[in-house]
């Protein structure tokens, strides 16, 4: 593979061939006497972070009081635009965000292969070989719904599409990446019913995702053999949307995923790693 540029912020990165990369990290993955199993995705960590400074700070309970008022909105002043509204405003409609408004955050999964930081085969590569199959790129064309966002904002960068059976499923990066490359799953189709699956469930998609990898890999290394049974393995659709509901209903091997990687690692010889964390990026690749 030849290295590639692309163009972040308006620098241009050249990026080194991954392929070498990815063969290395699956030589050094075999050599790993125990898997990757801890996970950490995007809005968890902003959910950790969260817990963990109230946590540190010793909050136990949020709490407002009725005899004090507060609306930002009940002066003049407030109501006014500011020069840092203006210019909040004006950056969140520049080239830094355009990716975002115009294909959502699943446009991170082709920017990230590129870059050779994907993560894949339960971060045992950083570049997917299908990843345009999975890209915002692709998704947009062929099932983008609607675009979606938060209250007020300029950017909305949530993005809905519509799977061939017809339902409307939310996506972004780090529900995509989760189910799609860390599990090998090339199929937008067997993505966004994951995906449906796991809102219906009320399950995190991104702690679903990772320890449905870890299960995988755990299962190639013979450490679960329930996996095979299942048919749940790498790149293989019918496996991992059997699992999930056998997850969400604690049946099975779902009565061990249901744990989490973190804790399942535990029953199935993995107490070594439980110091690792696993982001959106992959580490590998960098
Ligand atoms: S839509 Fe929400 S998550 Fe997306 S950029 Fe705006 S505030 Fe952030």
Redesign the pocket.
Known sequence: MSASRICIGGSVIETEPVAQRCRANKAASARRSILPVSFLGNAEAIRITLGTLKSAKRVRQNACSRSASVSPLSTPAAQTSSPIVDALRER?LGTL?DK?RSI??VANLAVFDRLGTLPTHNFQCSTFDDAEALSGETLTESHFSRR???????????RLFRSLRGEEQRL?YETLFALGPLCEIRDPETVLEAARLCDLYGMDTISTGGTLAWAMECGERGLLPETRQLGLGFGRPEGILAAIPLIAAREGIGALLAEGSRRAALDVGGESVLGHAREGHGAAGL
Request: net charge negative; aromatic share 6%; charged share 20%.
């Open positions: 969140s965000t975002y959502g955050t979606h966002g938060c209250a007020s904002c300029t950017i909305r960068c949530e972004e």
